[in-house]
């Protein structure tokens, strides 16, 4: 089995081979809307933590607004610096770009002034998957670590089909997901 840097590698390229034959009219309806058998396992006044997504990420901000629109509470990850915790604050309104700033990742977070929070339900962004919940994330660990110290929340992971795999070089601190939802599937629902 391949190395998790070579496996990252590799579905780094899929992922962005796939993203680019994506005519944008068919991306803006993807992840517009959580499928209804998940909804069915949020209750009503679950907070929702989502992700801001790189190019090549599965979307999550159609997510943010359907929430948003619901009532929900919505955070974001958010970091201190590059070697803080990861932790979650609140995002006002997904509707509204300017209330975000970059992170010393260079992904876009609520501010500093923003108010933490801890969510019910974490949408979580991967490199890669498999059938039965395990992830390949970016390497930091954050959200492994995240989940490890919030046991008992829901772990949805938003990915393209074409990041499905058959196994994945798994260890310990490793955490799987509750469920996986592609355009075309919802693993594990």
């Given at each position: ?11 780094r390229e899929a992922r962005r081979d796939h993203v680019l034959t994506q005519p944008e009219a ?131 992971g938003l990915a393209w089909d074409v990041q499905l795999c058959e196994e994945l070089p798994i ?19």
């Amino acid at each position: 089995m391949p190395s998790k840097p070579e496996l990252r590698k590799a579905l780094r390229e899929a992922r962005r081979d796939h993203v680019l034959t994506q005519p944008e009219a068919i991306k803006a309806l993807l992840f517009s809307r959580p499928p209804g058998a998940l909804l069915s396992r949020i209750s009503e006044t679950a907070s929702i933590g989502l992700y801001a997504a790189s190019t090549d990420e599965a979307p999550a901000a159609g997510y943010a607004k359907f929430f948003h629109e619901q009532g929900r509470t919505i955070a974001l990850p958010r970091f201190d610096a590059r070697d803080s915790a990861m932790a979650f604050a609140r995002y006002a309104d997904p509707y509204i770009d300017d209330l975000l700033e970059d992170g010393p990742f260079g992904v876009a977070q609520p501010s500093a002034d923003a108010t933490p929070i801890i969510p019910d339900i974490v949408f979580v962004p991967l490199i890669g998957f498999t059938e039965n919940g395990e992830r390949l994330g970016q390497g930091g660990g954050h959200y492994d670590r995240w989940l490890s110290e919030h046991p008992g929340r829901l772990a949805i992971g938003l990915a393209w089909d074409v990041q499905l795999c058959e196994e994945l070089p798994i260890e310990p601190h490793d955490m799987n997901l509750d469920a996986i939802i592609t355009p075309t599937r919802a693993y594990g629902l």
